[in-house]
């Protein structure tokens, strides 16, 4: 099974940038999807930002513009790029892995706090 450990959360003022990290272990292998979600406590877990073995990308209609997915697939490991950050950007991030396409197993990372604020 896949693990996933996550980095890059913390406190950033209103327009600054983070960077998140998602390294995946216990696997020698080339995921299908790696992607990010995000909750507030009391709302739905929320897709951010997906990307396939492909290279195809998809973002909410939130942030685009101001995130940016990417993955090195010899590190097994997936980023978000997070600029022009706003407070209601404020979450717990979570890395998401889809190892096999047409498989119903997913992984999920431990989450990451990313909070915006003065």
């Keep these: 099974q896949a693990q996933l450990v996550e980095s890059g959360g913390g406190l950033v003022h209103p327009g600054g940038s983070l960077r998140l990290s998602c390294a995946v272990t216990g696997g020698n ?4 999807m790696m992607g990010w979600y995000r909750q507030v406590p ?9 990307i396939t073995d492909g290279g195809d990308i998809d973002y909410a209609d939130v942030v685009k513009g101001r995130f940016t997915i990417s993955r090195d697939n010899a590190a097994n490991t ?16 979570y890395c998401h892995v889809k190892p096999i396409k047409w498989s119903y197993a997913v992984a999920w990372g431990q989450g ?4 915006v604020a003065a």
């Design 78 to 93: 997936v980023y978000l790029q997070m600029n022009s950050l706003k407070p209601e950007d404020t979450a717990v991030y």
């Design 112 to 115: 990451t706090q990313v909070t």
């Design 42 to 50: 009391g709302r739905q877990r929320d897709v951010v930002a997906t």
């Design 29 to 32: 292998f080339v995921p299908y």
